[in-house]
């Protein structure tokens, strides 16, 4: 009861700045302070998503359409940057040939690759899926590569002593210790390659919400056009979220009440085996 209390307590002042916000909006609007053509009320908004997807649902198709794009690019682009910097930690002249080759395409613009990826793979959903891979390539190889690579010395030491060869070194130890910078760049990651995706449906496509966005704009209808924007931030808010989950899964360690709750299992397991 407590802590019910406790989370309502924080969550009432935030909504009452919210909706002071949200009245305050509907008033200058209202009163023609602030121009309905460019800034629509919050209330055409809400109206306009219930047009979207309750009474029409045309968003449906093109939210996922949208959501495969980035997740197909993501992981494309994560495998390939997760194995080079596996490769980059474990071989030193592999580092010095591919490091600069990763910078190199991290430092030229994604929107300026989107015409050059277009006419390599078309106007399909193959050009999205590629620039999504393309841009976030990067921040995924730059982690993983900084946790492989973070010097652990008194560890290492620790498990030359105890025998360890060098794979185990590597898998036992070296891969654990990355893990939690492996996740922040595969959050990093995962929302890059949702801009990616809309910035390829922006440039060329039929379909997604970008596109959709676009129609609205060039129609002036800008109540449906944040209304398409307000659903590209929840496809970034349920990809971001799940990595969130996936981290707090797999990164057991960093927090106290899921190190508990895997010691608890881990405790069961090795009683059920000993009473067999």
């Given at each position: 009861?407590?802590?019910?209390?406790?989370?309502?307590?924080?969550?009432?002042?935030?909504?009452?700045?919210?909706?002071?916000?949200?009245?305050?909006?509907?008033?200058?609007?209202?009163?023609?302070?602030?121009?309905?053509?460019?800034?629509?009320?919050?209330?055409?908004?809400?109206?306009?998503?219930?047009?979207?997807?309750?009474?029409?649902?045309?968003?449906?198709?093109?939210?996922?359409?949208?959501?495969?794009?980035?997740?197909?690019?993501?992981?494309?682009?994560?495998?390939?940057?997760?194995?080079?910097?596996?490769?980059?930690?474990?071989?030193?002249?592999?580092?010095?040939?591919?490091?600069?080759?990763?910078?190199?395409?991290?430092?030229?613009?994604?929107?300026?690759?989107?015409?050059?990826?277009i006419a390599w793979f078309g106007y399909g959903m193959g050009s999205k899926v590629a620039l999504a891979a393309v841009i976030c390539f990067f921040p995924i190889y730059v982690n993983?590569?900084?946790g492989l690579t973070r010097p652990e010395s008194g560890r290492e030491e620790l498990f030359r002593q105890l025998g360890a060869s060098h794979s185990q070194v590597f898998l036992k130890l070296r891969v654990p210790s990355a893990l939690p910078l492996l996740f922040a760049g595969l959050k990093i990651g995962l929302t890059t390659a949702l801009i990616?995706?809309?910035?390829?449906?922006?440039?060329?496509?039929?379909?997604?919400?970008?596109?959709?966005?676009?129609?609205?704009?060039?129609?002036?209808?800008?109540?449906?056009?944040?209304?398409?924007?307000?659903?590209?931030?929840?496809?970034?808010?349920?990809?971001?979220?799940?990595?969130?989950?996936?981290?707090?899964?797999?990164?057991?360690?960093?927090?106290?009440?899921?190190?508990?709750?895997?010691?608890?299992?881990?405790?069961?397991?090795?009683?059920?085996?000993?009473?067999?």
């Amino acid at each position: 009861m407590t802590f019910l209390f406790a989370s309502v307590s924080r969550i009432v002042p935030h909504l009452a700045l919210f909706l002071f916000l949200v009245g305050l909006w509907e008033f200058l609007v209202a009163v023609d302070l602030l121009s309905s053509i460019l800034v629509p009320r919050p209330s055409a908004i809400f109206a306009s998503i219930l047009e979207l997807y309750v009474i029409e649902g045309t968003i449906y198709r093109h939210f996922v359409i949208t959501l495969f794009e980035a997740v197909a690019g993501f992981l494309i682009g994560a495998g390939v940057a997760v194995a080079l910097a596996v490769g980059s930690a474990l071989w030193e002249p592999f580092r010095r040939y591919v490091s600069p080759y990763a910078i190199v395409l991290n430092v030229t613009p994604g929107i300026a690759l989107t015409p050059v990826i277009i006419a390599w793979f078309g106007y399909g959903m193959g050009s999205k899926v590629a620039l999504a891979a393309v841009i976030c390539f990067f921040p995924i190889y730059v982690n993983t590569l900084t946790g492989l690579t973070r010097p652990e010395s008194g560890r290492e030491e620790l498990f030359r002593q105890l025998g360890a060869s060098h794979s185990q070194v590597f898998l036992k130890l070296r891969v654990p210790s990355a893990l939690p910078l492996l996740f922040a760049g595969l959050k990093i990651g995962l929302t890059t390659a949702l801009i990616g995706a809309v910035v390829a449906e922006f440039a060329q496509a039929t379909e997604g919400v970008g596109v959709l966005m676009s129609r609205f704009s060039f129609q002036l209808n800008m109540g449906a056009s944040i209304a398409t924007l307000l659903s590209m931030t929840a496809i970034g808010l349920i990809l971001f979220y799940s990595m969130e989950f996936l981290d707090d899964r797999v990164v057991f360690w960093r927090r106290e009440s899921r190190r508990a709750a895997a010691s608890r299992a881990r405790a069961r397991a090795w009683k059920a085996r000993a009473n067999r």
